[in-house]
T-cell receptor, first 109, second 113 residues
Framework: GQNIDQPTEMTATEGAIVQINCTYQTSGFNGLFWYQQHAGEAPTFLSYNVLDGLEEKGRFSSFLSRSKGYSYLLLKELQMKDSASYLCAVVDSNYQLIWGAGTKLIIKP | IAGITQAPTSQILAAGRRMTLRCTQDMRHNAMYWYRQDLGLGLRLIHYSNTAGTTGKGEVPDGYSVSRANTDDFPLTLASAVPSQTSVYFC????????????FGEGSRLTVL
């Protein structure tokens, strides 16, 4: 079967750095997305990786290792507004999006 | 403002009733999707449409139907609602099924009693 694993919940301190991991086992790979979802709201796009390496976008970076079936989302200089769920999703060989259950990130002052 | 609009935002429904969730996008995206989101589970695809006039089944299609008469609209119908269909439903769209970022509507919270 296809599987996406993310930690259920993480806690971090305002101003700090946090890394949210995502491991996947899918039938093929055609890219990996990270989305942010604030409570009661719709998911919004953060990043897309299809090649190995690090993609940086402001305070957020996303890393991919296809050989290890592994990605992480790195959030720097955490702000209270970063409290949200972070969803990892992989595009499989049939171009179907397989979603992880999401990681709830709690930011403390 | 361009985007996706869903209606209703929230609904309580008696089991056995018929319900249609509406979804409209004005971005001229080809592909549209309906997902349900339940606590502890990832987004699960119910139905999708690659382009106007075509639809396909996703991971959890049973009990749901869709139509895509034009580019903009993609309604989801529950023919006879059951309590297990209590969920938050998200409509989404993208330029093409094979590519890119999904744009989501604000969601419809449905409770079936």
């Amino acid at each position: 079967g296809q599987n996406i694993d993310q930690p259920t919940e993480m806690t971090a301190t305002e101003g700090a750095i946090v890394q949210i991991n995502c491991t996947y086992q899918t039938s093929g790979f055609n890219g990996l997305f990270w989305y942010q979802q604030h409570a009661g709201e719709a998911p919004t796009f953060l990043s897309y990786n299809v090649l190995d390496g690090l993609e940086e976008k402001g305070r957020f970076s996303s890393f991919l290792s296809r050989s290890k079936g592994y990605s992480y989302l790195l959030l720097k200089e955490l702000q209270m507004k970063d409290s949200a769920s972070y969803l990892c999703a992989v595009v499989d060989s049939n171009y179907q999006l397989i979603w992880g259950a999401g990681t709830k990130l709690i930011i403390k002052p | 403002i361009a985007g996706i609009t869903q209606a209703p935002t929230s609904q309580i429904l008696a089991a056995g009733r018929r319900m249609t969730l509406r979804c409209t996008q004005d971005m001229r995206h080809n592909a549209m999707y309906w997902y349900r989101q339940d606590l502890g589970l990832g987004l699960r695809l119910i139905h999708y449409s690659n382009t106007a006039g075509t639809t396909g089944k996703g991971e959890v299609p049973d009990g749901y139907s869709v139509s895509r008469a034009n580019t903009d609209d993609f309604p989801l119908t529950l023919a006879s609602a059951v309590p297990s269909q209590t969920s938050v439903y998200f409509c989404a769209s993208s330029w093409d099924r094979d590519t890119g970022e999904l744009f989501f509507g604000e969601g419809s919270r449905l409770t079936v009693l």
